[in-house]
């Protein structure tokens, strides 16, 4: 989804969001690709799930925010684009803009597809998983870590998707988003 639509919903008037911004320096090969996990209480509290890629942000508004358990499959909604420089949003959008709400960050890393862990090999992995409608990462920030899959659901609504933990050593069973233990306390044994 091109930037055009991230703009169209936004008055940059009235909101302290990023315009188009700075483009990553991974774009030009060499360095991990970031992602952000944004906490977002707008009309109804959600996850912002963003993967940079080429430039941008691909995005997913994720209701139940991510899970370290693996038996849960949490919907993934894939919302615009958003300019790299989101990555580093927190603040509030005010009452009357898109997305009206307080913003923080999470979760923040970098992270890399499965099969791949340098950048142009894992951007072409991700181009392709993202038109196929599989796309398996591993991640490596504060409370995510591991592997993580998307996977877009078959249905009439080509947005819809499911992030999923896969069974790996930094998988919790039984882990809420909402309990006490920060996943950061088991991150990397």
């Known amino acids: 989804m091109p930037l055009k639509d ?17 483009k990553p320096s991974s774009s030009a090969g060499g360095k991990d690709l ?4 944004q906490k977002h209480y707008a009309s109804h509290l959600h996850y912002d799930f963003r993967l940079e890629l080429d430039g941008v942000l691909k ?19 894939m919302v615009e684009d958003h300019p790299y420089d989101y990555k580093d949003f927190s603040g509030i959008i005010p009452e009357g803009n898109y997305g009206a709400g307080k913003v923080e960050i999470w979760d923040e890393g970098t992270y890399h597809s499965l099969n791949a862990e340098e950048s142009e090999g894992s951007r072409e992995e991700i181009r392709a998983g993202l038109k196929k409608g599989h796309v398996t990462i591993i991640m490596d ?41 920060d996943p950061g306390d088991i991150k990397k044994n």
């Open 6 to 22: 991230y703009k169209e919903k936004r008055d940059f008037g009235s909101t302290t969001e990023p315009g188009s911004g700075k």
């Open 141 to 181: 920030g504060e409370k995510l870590n591991g592997e993580f899959a998307l996977i877009r659901l078959k249905d009439a609504k080509a947005k819809n998707w499911l992030l999923i933990k896969k069974d790996d050593k930094y998988a919790v069973r039984g882990w809420k988003i909402d309990q006490d233990k």
């Open 34 to 37: 970031v992602f952000v996990v």
């Open 59 to 77: 995005s997913w508004a994720v209701p139940k925010g991510p899970s370290l358990d693996p038996s849960e499959k949490h919907l993934a909604v």
